[in-house]
């Protein structure tokens, strides 16, 4: 009976320190904060609906202290539609455009040192389907 008890205590304490230990390690890890300036400029990437791909792009800039986007898609004729609201949280990016249903919530991506932006690894929300997309940073819309 003591040594079933005793493994029971061993057990509990194994189970206490790894439960310590992954609090410690989680209360040291943040998520990285992404400046704003690092977002500034446009990003496109191809959008695959079935059988139809078409390329989209999301500018963005600042008006004051506010972030804005402009989405862009020869596709679907769309030449720099101004989008409801756009926010940054850590690394999670969202941005709303209410005339088209459409939400777009994405990950930055960024490179080793941490103050560029690599890709946005995103979701297109758009009628109840959602699509991956992934954007890359580029010069000015390639279309």
């Given at each position: 009976m003591r040594r079933a008890l005793a493994l029971t205590y061993t057990r509990r304490m194994k189970r206490i320190a790894v439960l310590l230990l992954l609090f410690a390690f989680a209360g040291g890890v943040r998520a990285q904060d992404v400046s704003t300036e690092a977002l500034l400029g446009t990003f496109e990437g191809p959008?695959?609906?079935?059988?139809?791909?078409?390329?989209?792009?999301f500018t963005f800039s600042m008006n004051g202290d506010e972030l804005r986007a402009q989405l862009f898609s020869a596709g679907m004729g769309i030449y720099g539609m101004p989008a409801d609201s756009v926010s940054i949280v850590e690394s999670a990016l969202r941005?709303?455009?209410?005339r088209l249903d459409l939400e777009f919530t994405g990950r930055l991506r960024?490179?080793?040192?941490?103050?560029?932006?690599?890709?946005?690894d995103g979701d297109w929300f758009q009628y109840s389907e959602m699509i991956p997309v992934i954007l890359l940073p580029v010069g000015a819309p390639s279309f």
């Open positions: 959008l695959v609906i079935g059988r139809d791909s078409m390329t989209l792009a941005i709303a455009i209410s960024l490179d080793e040192s941490g103050e560029s932006i690599q890709r946005i």
